[in-house]
């Protein structure tokens, strides 16, 4: 029987924006994924800056991902105490979902730094990684990382040639302090929730 392909994307979400679902829905479509969780991260061990409340980053992945089918939302990092790691998730949703193949989702500036995750050797023999080429990095240097992390761990790591939408939840943020326009960054309901909430002022 074969397995079900389910793709992963992680992140802090604070806010979620257009490239992440862009992303998201290509890596589904590129790959044949059933469908896409996405799990917004409780406490993260790489993030020291303050983020929002862990409730409005799900009601805002909530609101994000309502509209497609394909798209799930799992609280399972939110729900869990203290720092969430990847390789803890991933071993949670093997646990609960047998039959089933996980493809991870990243950009190429966070497969860069994959040697610092939690036992990530672990991690890269039990599920497989998508990961996405970004707008400012050097396409030779990434191929060159994938095939040589490929050759050590059994060809885990796909290249993904996505849509080039430079959005990031860091500049939304920055245009919200600045009284500036985040239309077509985000999703139309996460903009509004944004406002209502008065969240990055």
């Given amino acids: 029987m074969d397995k079900v392909k389910v793709g992963i994307m992680g992140g802090t979400f604070d806010p979620i924006h257009n490239g992440h679902l862009i992303l998201a829905e290509h890596s589904r479509v590129v790959f044949g994924l059933e469908k896409v969780f996405f799990i917004p991260t409780g406490k993260p061990p790489h993030k020291e800056e303050d983020i929002s409340s862990m409730n409005h980053r799900y009601n805002m992945t909530l609101l994000a991902i309502n509209t497609n089918p394909y798209f799930y939302l799992s609280s399972i990092e939110i729900q869990r105490e203290g720092t969430t790691y990847t390789i803890d998730t991933i071993k949670s949703l093997q646990s609960k979902y047998r039959n089933t193949e996980f493809y991870f989702i990243i950009g190429s ?18 599920c497989k990684f998508i990961v996405a080429k970004r707008p400012d990095m050097d396409d030779g240097r990434l191929e060159d990382r994938v095939k040589e992390f490929n050759k050590k761990y059994k060809d885990s790591i796909y290249i993904l040639e996505a849509p080039l939408i430079d959005i990031s939840s860091t500049r939304t943020r920055d245009r919200i302090k600045d009284g500036l326009s985040i239309k077509y960054l985000v999703p139309e309901a996460v903009e509004f929730y944004i406002k209502k909430n008065k969240l990055y002022d």
């Fill in 109 to 126: 500036d966070s497969f860069y730094n994959i040697h610092k995750w939690k036992n990530y050797k672990e991690l890269l023999s039990l």
